[in-house]
């Protein structure tokens, strides 16, 4: 089954600081995407990436967010300035087309 | 306004004791219906997408189907293991875009 790995598993930090989450798609797949859940509220879209370039993204992903794959491999997303509202699971997903994707297993964030 | 409601919120199930579970949507120019599984503390792990009513597909004990408004996941004889939120996601084809909205999730618990 496809894999996912994300780092750190867990992450806190406080507010107003910077974080960057890691995500390492284990295959060739061309889509990549991150997702966050509050606890307790449904999962979110943020911003999906193709062919090395945003493709789209919610309302959520404002100018506090930014995504790059820096080594072609490795995926991040970057909070700048984290809020206490920022605290959520991170998810990172990935697949072969936008109709099945594969969700790694999260990324908790805390802010304090 | 929600765009896609799951119920109902919870479920307690005897092992053996089959079931279905309900997502209803209510937007226009469906893409694509996804259900997930999701442990508590996990990534959502993909199960099915459902194009078109009337499409059905299983998977072991799960099968899902879909209409016009709503889509189902049936549950046959579940086990303790089954024990899970099922998520239901919909992309929407407006404006060509591929962002899922999911719902809020079924809680199923199986008891042995």
């Known amino acids: 089954e496809p894999e996912v790995t994300q780092t750190p598993s867990h992450q806190v930090t406080q507010m107003g600081q910077e974080v960057i989450l890691r995500c390492v798609p284990i295959s060739n797949h061309l889509y990549f995407y991150w997702y966050r859940q509050i606890l307790g509220q449904k999962v979110e879209f943020l911003v999906s990436?193709?062919?090395?370039?945003?493709?789209?993204k919610s309302e959520i992903f404002d100018d506090q967010f930014s995504v790059e794959r820096p080594d072609g491999s490795n995926f991040t997303l970057k909070i700048r300035s984290t809020k206490l509202e920022d605290s959520a699971m991170y998810f990172c997903?990935?697949?072969?087309?936008?109709?099945?994707?594969?969700f790694g297993p999260g990324t908790r964030l805390t802010v304090t | 306004e929600d765009q896609v409601t799951q119920s109902p919120e919870a479920l307690r199930l005897q092992e053996g004791e089959s079931s279905s579970l309900n997502c209803s949507y209510t937007?226009?120019?469906?893409?694509?219906l996804f259900w997930y599984r999701q442990d508590p503390g996990k990534g959502p792990e993909f199960l099915f997408t459902?194009?078109?009513a009337g499409e059905e597909k299983e998977k072991e004990r799960l099968k899902a189907t879909l209409t016009k408004k709503e889509s189902f996941l049936h549950i046959t004889a579940p086990k303790p293991e089954d024990s899970a939120t099922y998520l239901c996601a919909v992309q929407a084809g407006a404006g060509g875009s591929y962002i899922p909205t999911f719902g809020r999730g079924t809680s199923l618990i199986v008891h042995p």
């Open positions: 459902l194009y078109s």
């Open positions: 997903a990935r697949g072969l087309s936008h109709y099945e994707q594969y």
């Open positions: 937007v226009s120019g469906l893409r694509g």
């Open positions: 990436f193709y062919n090395n370039e945003i493709s789209e």
